[in-house]
């Protein structure tokens, strides 16, 4: 990863024993690939255990639309999109970047 972990809110979420809680109010996130993308899939199941609302769009990667070039420049799946209230959109690329913030920066438990 290139940057900061990117917080999700203000970091006020509570974490007692190893179990963290996402602050109010919580990010959208939403995950951007392609059906078929292995990387993608292990993501969403990720999502699913810790409880985490989010989203799923799926795009043509024959056809990639000009919105997710924009997102994305290299036009590789997948892309995490984390949007909170007041700020600026947040765009992950980069599997390793996606997961080390999947598995660090949601709530659940954490080893």
Request: glycine residues 10%.
């Amino acid at each position: 990863m290139t940057g900061p972990l990117i917080l999700l809110g203000d970091g006020t979420g509570a974490c007692e024993d190893g179990v963290c809680a996402l602050p109010a109010p919580a990010p959208k996130l939403t995950l951007i690939s392609a059906p078929a993308c292995p990387d993608a899939q292990r993501m969403i199941i990720t999502l699913q255990e810790r409880g985490v609302d989010f989203g799923v769009i799926h795009i043509d990667l024959a056809v990639r639309p000009d919105w997710f070039l924009a997102i994305s420049p290299l036009g590789e799946v997948p892309v995490l999109k984390v949007e909170r209230l007041g700020a600026a959109p947040q765009i992950l690329i980069e599997n390793a970047a996606i997961s080390q913030y999947l598995g660090e920066g949601l709530p659940g438990r954490h080893s």
